[in-house]
């Protein structure tokens, strides 16, 4: 099927805490709007059956509680409503944007995902309720292709975002097309946590994914492509990503992305939108990726060098440096062992460390990770390695092994200019999950493991 992804540079309030009427929000979020409804018409005349957009496009983002409620439309929750707002636009006040995504979606015959904010009135007999007596959620909405409503999903695993609830339980969300079967939908931050996107994932069999959201990029370990793509490749499955553009809050990186492609943007330099639309393999329950056996010689390595402490990612990580043209190296954190057996393409200068971490993550969030990594440091000095690298000239053999303890392994594998890489074979062996690379595509900036333990979290 044919599905596109919009990168879209959101025109944003110049100052989100101000209290605007609705007509100064709609004002904002019209201009947003014009530029999707261009985006529709050119994916659809690319023969696009699906597009998503992303994680607060519409209505930008730093409001306050008090300062988002003008943008917000009414929440409708698409199963207990059956509704067309672009045919149907007096049924419910405050839909002006539902309605003009309807249109869209009716006049282009495509399936729209966005995200909107959205408010929905409750009584203080509900203990969840808030004292303003109502509640205000990040709200992905889906269109067929009719302008029917047939999804809403609101966000779970909010991120700093003062704006809104989180729902009392997590919703799971899917929604049925006639080119690709069941969709699931999930937002941002969702995408690190087991409820519901994990959970959605495994229990329901779903095997293409739409994605907004509104990611600002860390590297190493946490790019938005380079996750996007690690999801995909862990379960096996299609992940439609669409991120905000603001590279001047590190937001960039969106994609589709399956288990053995991807079509990517990362663009840290220029500004403006971007539309990717690509043509994907519909993922049937028993598709299967070939050649994940390979020999893997999980032995005690050589005498490593003496370890150091560096932070990455906020994580005191244990790193070994990885200083010949090749070798085999080991580094333990904890319980978790992490081995590399590597061969430079040709010598280079670069500094490249082997960490490990296996710890509680307590900054922007919290959650428990097993993570092994390989990564070019910052400079020549063992204090540089874990932080932020764009590129890199060291071509690589490797492979990377460890004995996490989660099911839940992420593979990552990124490559100067943070582009993407796929590993010829990863997966399980003799309890330790495994990734191998015979050359990377162009210098190695990260090959990691990146571990979720949820029940630790």
């Known amino acids: 099927y044919v599905a596109a992804v919009y990168e879209h540079e959101a025109v ?21 709007l014009d530029v999707y409804e261009q985006q529709v018409a ?8 699906i597009i998503v957009f992303p994680e607060d496009g519409i209505h930008g983002f730093n409001f306050t509680r008090r300062s988002i409620y003008p943008y917000l439309d009414l929440f409708l929750p698409a199963h207990s409503v059956e509704w067309n707002p672009c045919r149907q636009p007096r049924l ?21 995902v966005a995200n909107l904010g959205t408010k929905q009135p409750c009584e203080h007999v509900d203990p969840h309720c808030p004292s303003d007596g109502r509640y205000q959620f990040n709200t992905n909405v889906v269109f067929d292709d009719a302008g029917t409503l047939v999804a809403t999903y609101r966000k779970h695993n909010l991120y700093f975002e003062d704006a809104f609830d989180a729902p009392p339980e997590a919703d799971y969300v899917l929604f049925d097309t006639p080119f690709a079967g069941k969709f699931g939908v999930f937002t941002c931050f969702d995408i690190l946590f087991f409820e519901p996107a994990v959970n959605l994932v495994r229990q329901y069999k779903v095997k293409q994914v739409v994605y907004p ?13 380079e996750f996007q793509q690690a999801f995909a490749t862990a379960f096996n499955i299609n992940v439609l990503a669409a991120n905000i553009h603001h590279p001047a809050l590190g937001m960039t990186g969106s994609g589709i992305y399956t288990p053995v492609k991807s079509f990517i943007y990362h ?3 220029s500004s403006g939108g971007k539309l990717i639309v690509a043509e994907i393999p519909v993922i049937t329950p028993d598709y299967k990726t070939s050649g994940q056996e390979v020999p893997c010689r999980v032995s005690q390595s050589e005498e490593s060098s003496p370890s150091f402490y560096a932070e990455m990612m906020y994580d005191n990580f244990t790193f070994v440096p990885v200083q010949e043209d090749k070798g ?12 590399v057996r590597y061969q430079r393409a040709a010598p280079t200068r670069e500094l490249y460390a082997l960490g490990a971490f296996d710890g509680l993550h307590t900054v922007h969030g919290t959650y428990y990770v097993q993570a092994c990594a390989l990564v070019k440091c910052g400079g020549p000095r063992f204090s540089s390695c874990g932080q932020e690298v764009t590129d890199a000239t060291a071509v690589m053999d490797f492979q990377l092994w460890a004995n996490l303890s989660t099911p839940y392994v992420f593979p990552l594998l990124l490559t100067s200019g943070v582009t993407l890489d796929f590993a010829d074979h990863m997966g399980w062996k003799n309890d330790h999950y495994f990734i191998s690379k015979n050359g990377t595509s162009s210098g190695l900036l990260t090959a990691a493991l990146y571990g979720r333990w949820y029940e630790k979290d």
């Open 12 to 32: 944003l309030s110049p100052n989100p805490a101000a209290l605007v009427e609705r007509g100064a929000a709609l004002a904002l979020m019209a201009a947003n």
């Open 42 to 49: 050119a994916a659809a005349g690319q023969g696009t059956q």
């Open 92 to 112: 419910f006040n405050d839909t002006e944007v539902l309605q003009r995504l309807s249109c869209m979606a009716l006049k282009n015959k495509i399936f729209l």
């Open 213 to 225: 959201t509104a990611w600002m990029n860390q590297l190493p370990l946490l790019s938005a492509v």
């Open 267 to 269: 663009n840290m330099q």
């Open 328 to 339: 085999e190296l080991q580094v333990c954190a904890n319980t978790l062992c992490c081995y």
